[in-house]
């Protein structure tokens, strides 16, 4: 049976790495290019600060072991609901809804590769695929977990942790919605020479600043989401996989 570490039991460590993961490299990579003036300290898409070297190497290096810890959290989310299912035998619509959760946790972690090796600038159609794939797949991902955390309860989980989560994913959606609606609009009317920068007297430079400050705030109330699980995932270890070996030939 594998634990982490005393101050993570179980596997509550999975989404405490996942979130400090993500935190860290968005302020590395933000500080990075505003120290190599790629982008401006203010009003700045968490993309842009990632998209020139030398902070896009660590961009997409970061975002790729962010969408392999990722994978691994919303596959042990998934079998922890499985697992409480089949003991009670009973909840057949969980189960279904869970998996349907793993399937929107894989095209996350596909979603977030996708946003880390296709930088902004470079290849914009791939990454707005990417990124919108992704922001409406997790969205998804949320609200389904809301909505089981309830269903679970009290077999497993917190009713406070799990208003927190409404809380949160309220946040979550209306800062998504906003962020997408304004960056369109804005984006089809920049008139300017570098989209890296945005300048105060560029056309609907308002409407960047909600569109910026939206999509920060929709990527830490997610990443807020997450840490609730900790709460759960606490009570949940796995075993180390059995490897079996045959034809095996024995030298006397």
């Avoid at 996708?114 to 990124?131: D, E, I, L, R, T």
């Avoid at 830490?220 to 699980?229: E, N, P, V």
Wanted: with cysteine.
């Amino acid at each position: 049976m594998y634990n982490c570490c005393k101050c993570f039991p179980g596997l509550s460590f999975l989404p405490v790495l996942l979130v400090s993961g993500y935190s860290t490299t968005f302020f590395i990579t933000y500080t990075i290019a505003v120290l190599q003036k790629h982008t401006y300290a203010i009003f700045t898409y968490i993309s842009d600060a990632g998209a020139l070297m030398p902070e896009n190497g660590v961009f997409s290096q970061m975002l790729n072991l962010g969408a392999f810890v990722a994978l691994a959290f919303f596959y042990v989310r998934h079998r922890q609901v499985r697992e409480i299912c089949e003991m009670h035998n009973s909840r057949r619509k969980l189960r279904m809804l869970s998996k349907v959760c793993w399937y929107l946790g894989i095209i996350v972690s596909i979603s977030s590769t996708v946003v880390g090796n296709f930088p902004v600038h470079q290849a914009m159609a791939m990454h707005a695929v990417g990124a919108i794939t992704g922001f409406v797949s997790i969205s998804s991902w949320m609200l389904l977990q809301a909505y089981m955390s309830f269903k679970l309860y009290p077999l497993i989980g917190n009713s406070y942790i799990n208003c927190i989560r409404v809380i949160f994913l309220t946040i979550s959606l209306i800062t998504f919605s906003t962020c997408i609606i304004t960056a369109v609009i804005a984006f089809q009317r920049y008139k300017g020479h570098n989209i890296l920068k945005w300048d105060p007297e560029d056309s609907d430079y308002e409407l960047h600043a909600v569109s910026v400050i939206m999509e920060w705030t929709f990527v830490h109330s997610t990443l807020a989401y997450f840490l609730t699980f900790a709460y759960e995932l606490k009570d949940v270890s796995f075993e180390e996989p059995v490897i079996k070996i045959n034809n095996v030939n024995f030298v006397t």
